[in-house]
C-alpha cells in the first residue's frame, strides 16, 4: 500500500508542543485528577521523555480546532498497575493499536484522544500520538479516573467502544469486533488482559471529531498541566500548594487529618477499602471516613455522607501538595482531603447510572452535587 | 558476649566496647578525612579495655557512611554494565534512563537489553537466548568492565533467568563480580534495577573498605570476626556484606536508633538523631526503624529496597547560622567543626556555638561567642525549636503524645520540651548510640514476592520459610528466629487471587 499523504483536518498553527516542564507539571496534575487511583503516570512520563529525545513532538489540539467529521481514537492502557511497574511496556504497544485499528477501518486517523485524565492514562495516550505523528485533543471521557472503561463519557452518552484493538508488548493484537454493551467490552478485555500477562493497550473505535467536542470532558490537558504547575509555582514560592489547586479547580479543602485506620481488601479484582482520619488544625475533633474502591469514592465527616462519586475527592499531602494514591495510604499519614465538582456531562441521570454512587455498589446513596465551578462564579 | 561497635559519621566516628549489657569503654574522635586513621585512633581506645573482663572478643559490628558518601559525591565508582532480561518489556525504557547525567557519567555504563523474563504467575515472558548474553558477556570483557548488575523483569518471584545469566557471564568472565537484582530489590524493575546498578558502582569500594578496616582490626591485634551493619539495623558478615554495599547505604541512622532503644529500654518511640550536617527523625516500632514502603532517592536515584523510614532535616551541630539573616542552614561545616566553628577558634558562626553561647553544652571556648547578642540566641534556638517541632510532628503515626528521644553528637540542639512528645529523653552515651546500636545488632532475612495460584495462608508460609533460609544464610542461628513483618497486599485486576507478600525475620548470630 503506496501511503498517500495525510490531507490535515487542522491548521498547524493550533497544536501546542509540550515540553519538558510541561510533563513534569502534566504528572503531578494527572495524580491529582487521579483522585487516589489510575495508576502511576511516572513510567508514561519516562516513555515520554524517551519519544522526546528521539525527536518526536507531544502535541496537543483543541476539540474545536479540528474539522468536525475528523476520526479521532481514543486509548488508554488497562491492567493491573502493580504488574506495569515490573512488566515495562514495551512502549509502541499504542502505536500498534494505531495501525490496527487503521487497517481495520481502512481509514486514516486523525487526531488521539485521552478516555482518562486521572493517572497514568494521561500520558500513555501522548506517546501514541507522538509516535503517530497525530495531535492529542485537548480533552478527555473521564475528567478523573474510573476503574472501568464503560465509565467514560463517550460511552455513556451513546458511543460503541468496539470495534476495539487491544495490543500487547509482543506483538499481539486482539479486534473485538462486537460487544453488545459497553459493560460486556469492559468484561471481555479484563479476561484478554489477563492473558496478555496483565497489560496491554486497548484503542476503542473512532468517534467523530464534533461528537468528542460534544461529549468529552474539555481542556483536559491544559487543565492537568495548570494544576501541576500550580502545585511546583507555589512550592518554589514557598506558598501554600493546596490552595493554588482548589483556587484552580473550585474545589474546597474540606478535611485535615491523620490516618488512624485503614483496612484494604479485594472485592471482584478491585482494590477495596475504607479509611479513617482524625482531624487536626481546623477540623481537630472531628472524624472521617474515606470508602476506597480503586479511587476515593465516598467521604463521610463524623458519619455523615459529604461528598460522592463522580465528584472529586482527592488527597494532597499536607505538606508538599503532592497527590497520594491509594497504594501510597498508610496508618499516621498526613492528608489534606480536597473536594473537587466533576463536569456538569458526568452529573446527568444518564451519567449517574454508570459513575453514580449506585455504580459502585452504594445504593442507599444519592449523588448531591458540590456547588459547580460556574455556579461559584455566579 | 563481648563485642565492639564502630559508626563511621560524616563528623564523628564513635566506637564502644560492651560485655553483654554493660558498657566496658566507649570513645568519640572526629571523622578524619582519610577515615581510616579515626578509625584506628577509636579502636585503640575500646580495645585496650579488652583483656578487662578476661574473655575474648566475640565480634565487631562497623556501621559506615563510605558507600553513600561515595554515590553523593559521585566519586569512587567504577565502570559497570547493565544486562536486563526482559525484551520485548521496557525496549523503551533501558536501564538508567531516568539517573542523573552526572552520576550516568561516573559510572559510564555499558546497557544490554536482551531477551527473556518472566510474568506474574512465574510462566516466560519469552524464552532467554543465552547466545544473546553471550554476546553481551564478550563485549563487556573487551571493555574492560567486571562489575555487572543483572537484572529481569519479576526476578523477586521467579529467579531462573538472573541466576543463569550470571552463570553464562561467568563462563566467559571468570573474575566478574555480578549483582542480581532479585536478590536487593523488591518489586518494580527501574527501582529494582537502579539498586543493583548502584551496587554493581559500588564493587570495588565495598572490597578495598572491608580491607581496610581488617587491616586496621589486625593492627590493633583483633582477631574476631567482623561484621557491618546493614539498613534495617541488622549485620551481615563483612565478606557478604562487601558485596552488598548498598545495604549499608543508612546503617548509620539504623544503628541510632537501635543504640536509643536500647539505651531507653522503650521500643516505641520517635527518635531523633543529630549529626554534624543533619538529623535524621526516625520511628521505632517493636524496637526495629520503621521501614520504608515506598521510593527513596539516593543521590538522585530512585530506589526501592530496605531502607528506614527517615526524614531528614537540614540541622546539625555543624550547621551554619548565617549571623545577618539569621537564617539556619542547610550548609554545615560538617568534620571542619574543630577547626572552622567559633568556640573552637574558626570563623564561621554555627548551632553548635548558640548552643555553647546560650550555656546547653560546654565545649570549647565560650568566651569567643560572649559577644553574641542574647537576643539573636534566641532567636536561633526557637528557629531549631520550630524546626525540630514540624519534622517530629510529620513522622508521628497517631495524634497522641509519643517519647522523642534524642542522639547524636548534637543531640544538645534538641529542646528539653517539644509540642506532641511525652518526653524528651537524653540518654547517658547518646553521643555513642549508634556505636552502640552497631554493636547489638543481629542479623535478619526478608521476602517481598508476588505468589497466585495459593490460598493466602500458604503464601504467607512459604514466604516466612524462604525469609528464615535467607537469615541463616547472613549467618543468624535458626532457633532464635522470630518473624518481625508480615505484610501482604492483593493485587488489583489479576485473578487467582494474586497478592504481595512481604516477610521478616530476625534473629542473634550465630557463633562459630
Not at chain 2, 550516568?104 to 546497557?111: E, K
Not at chain 2, 548488575?149 to 538472573?162: G, N, V
Amino acid at each position: 500500500m503506496v501511503a498517500e499523504p495525510r490531507k490535515l483536518k487542522y491548521d498547524e498553527a493550533d497544536l501546542r508542543t509540550l515540553t519538558v516542564e510541561d510533563l513534569d507539571a502534566l504528572e503531578i496534575g494527572a495524580g491529582i485528577l487521579g483522585t487516589g487511583g489510575g495508576g502511576n503516570p511516572y513510567q508514561g512520563k519516562l516513555l515520554a521523555l524517551e519519544a522526546m529525545k528521539a525527536g518526536y513532538e507531544l502535541k496537543i489540539l483543541a476539540t474545536d480546532r479540528i474539522e468536525p467529521d475528523a476520526l479521532c481514537m481514543s486509548i488508554g492502557g488497562i491492567g493491573a498497575p502493580v504488574v506495569g511497574t515490573e512488566r515495562l511496556r514495551e512502549g509502541r504497544e499504542g502505536l500498534r493499536c494505531l495501525r490496527a485499528m487503521e487497517d481495520l477501518i481502512r481509514q486514516p486517523i486523525d487526531a488521539i484522544v485521552c478516555e482518562e485524565i486521572g493517572g497514568a492514562n494521561a500520558i500513555n495516550p501522548l506517546v501514541t500520538a507522538a509516535l503517530g505523528g497525530l495531535p492529542i485533543l485537548d480533552c478527555d471521557g473521564m475528567g478523573r479516573a474510573f476503574p472501568e472503561m464503560q465509565m467514560t463519557t463517550f460511552s455513556i452518552y451513546g458511543h460503541s467502544s468496539t470495534p476495539s484493538v487491544m495490543c500487547d508488548l509482543h506483538g499481539n493484537a486482539v479486534i473485538f469486533s462486537h460487544a453488545v454493551s459497553e459493560v460486556w467490552h469492559e468484561r471481555m478485555a479484563r479476561a484478554c488482559v489477563v492473558a496478555q500477562g496483565g497489560g496491554a493497550m486497548l484503542a476503542t473505535a473512532p468517534m467523530q471529531a464534533h461528537f468528542v467536542h460534544r461529549y468529552g470532558i474539555p481542556k483536559s490537558y491544559t487543565k492537568a498541566i495548570a494544576l501541576g504547575q500550580a502545585v511546583i509555582d507555589a512550592r518554589k514560592a514557598q506558598e501554600d500548594p493546596i490552595a493554588a489547586v482548589c483556587n484552580l479547580e473550585g474545589g474546597r479543602r474540606i478535611f485535615n487529618g491523620k490516618i488512624t485506620d485503614l483496612k484494604r481488601h479485594l472485592r471482584g479484582g478491585f482494590a477495596v477499602g475504607e479509611m479513617e482520619l482524625a482531624g487536626f488544625d481546623d477540623c481537630t475533633g472531628q472524624t472521617a471516613g474515606v470508602a476506597i474502591q480503586n479511587e476515593f469514592l465516598i467521604f463521610r465527616r463524623n458519619g455523615k455522607v459529604e461528598v460522592t462519586v463522580p465528584d472529586l475527592i482527592v488527597l494532597l499531602d499536607v505538606d508538599t501538595g503532592y497527590p497520594i494514591t491509594t497504594e501510597m495510604l498508610r496508618y499516621g499519614q498526613r492528608v489534606a482531603v480536597l473536594a473537587i465538582p466533576c463536569h456538569d456531562l458526568l452529573r446527568s441521570a444518564q451519567a449517574l447510572d454508570v459513575v453514580g454512587p449506585k455504580a459502585f455498589g452504594y445504593p442507599e446513596l444519592t449523588f448531591s452535587p458540590l456547588p459547580s465551578i460556574a455556579s461559584q462564579a455566579a | 558476649m563481648k563485642r565492639i561497635g564502630i559508626d563511621v559519621g560524616g563528623t564523628n566516628t564513635d566506637a564502644v566496647l560492651i560485655d553483654g549489657d554493660t558498657i566496658l569503654s566507649s570513645i568519640k574522635v572526629p571523622t578524619t578525612q582519610d577515615v581510616m586513621s579515626g578509625v584506628k585512633a577509636a579502636l585503640a581506645h575500646v580495645s585496650g579495655s579488652i583483656a578487662v573482663s578476661g574473655r575474648p572478643l566475640d565480634a565487631v559490628m562497623i556501621g559506615t557512611t563510605h558507600f553513600t558518601n561515595a554515590v553523593v559525591e559521585r566519586a569512587r565508582l567504577e565502570r559497570v554494565a547493565a544486562i536486563r532480561i526482559a525484551l520485548p518489556s521496557g525496549s523503551s525504557l533501558p536501564p538508567m534512563c531516568d539517573w542523573p547525567e552526572d552520576l550516568r557519567t561516573a559510572v559510564d555504563p555499558l546497557i544490554f537489553m536482551v531477551h527473556g523474563g518472566h510474568e506474574y504467575d512465574g510462566s516466560p515472558i519469552v524464552p532467554m537466548i543465552p547466545d544473546e548474553i553471550r554476546e553481551a558477556a564478550m563485549k563487556i570483557r573487551d571493555a574492560g568492565i567486571t562489575s555487572i548488575a543483572i537484572s529481569a523483569t519479576f526476578s523477586p518471584l521467579t529467579t531462573e533467568c538472573e541466576v543463569t545469566a550470571a552463570e553464562i557471564v561467568r563462563s566467559i568472565i571468570p573474575e566478574a563480580r555480578i549483582t542480581l537484582s532479585h536478590t536487593l530489590g523488591r518489586i518494580g524493575l527501574l527501582e529494582r534495577e537502579n539498586v543493583a546498578l548502584l551496587n554493581a558502582a559500588l564493587q570495588s569500594l565495598g572490597k578495598t573498605t572491608v580491607q581496610a578496616f581488617s587491616d586496621a582490626l589486625r593492627e590493633a591485634s583483633i582477631a574476631a570476626p567482623f561484621f557491618l551493619t546493614q539498613n534495617d539495623g541488622t549485620v551481615a558478615l563483612a565478606d557478604v556484606a562487601a558485596a552488598n554495599p548498598v545495604h549499608s547505604f543508612a546503617s548509620g541512622p539504623t544503628n541510632s536508633m537501635r543504640g536509643a532503644a536500647f539505651l531507653t529500654g522503650l521500643t516505641d518511640a520517635m527518635v531523633v538523631d543529630v549529626g554534624g550536617t543533619t538529623s535524621d527523625i526516625g520511628c521505632l516500632v517493636g524496637g526495629f526503624p520503621r521501614e520504608a514502603n515506598n521510593i527513596v532517592h539516593v543521590g538522585g536515584v530512585r530506589t526501592l529496597f530496605r531502607m528506614p523510614d527517615l526524614l531528614p532535616v537540614a540541622l546539625g551541630g555543624g550547621t551554619i547560622i548565617d549571623p545577618e539573616t539569621g537564617k539556619i542552614g542547610p550548609r554545615s561545616v560538617g568534620y571542619r567543626i574543630l577547626s572552622e566553628a567559633l568556640v573552637f577558634g574558626g570563623n564561621t558562626l554555627t548551632t553548635s556555638d548558640v548552643a555553647v553561647a546560650a550555656g546547653l553544652i560546654e565545649m570549647g571556648d565560650k568566651d569567643r561567642v560572649k559577644g553574641l547578642d542574647p537576643a539573636f540566641v534566641k532567636a536561633s534556638l526557637e528557629r531549631i525549636r520550630d524546626m525540630v517541632t514540624d519534622s517530629f510532628d510529620q513522622m508521628k503515626t497517631s495524634a497522641e503524645d509519643v517519647p522523642l528521644i534524642a542522639v547524636g553528637g548534637g543531640a544538645f540542639l534538641i529542646p528539653e520540651k517539644v509540642l506532641g512528645a511525652s518526653e524528651v529523653l537524653r540518654v547517658e552515651n547518646a553521643g555513642v548510640a549508634n556505636a552502640l546500636g552497631a554493636a547489638m545488632a543481629q542479623v535478619s532475612g526478608e521476602v517481598d514476592q508476588v505468589f497466585s495460584g495459593i490460598s493466602r495462608d500458604e503464601a504467607l508460609a512459604t514466604a516466612e520459610a524462604e525469609a528464615q533460609a535467607a537469615a541463616v544464610a547472613s549467618g543468624a542461628s535458626r532457633e532464635s528466629l522470630k518473624t518481625l513483618e508480615v505484610e501482604d497486599i492483593p493485587i488489583a485486576y489479576l485473578p487467582g487471587g494474586a497478592r504481595r507478600v512481604r516477610v521478616r525475620v530476625i534473629g542473634d548470630i550465630e557463633l562459630s
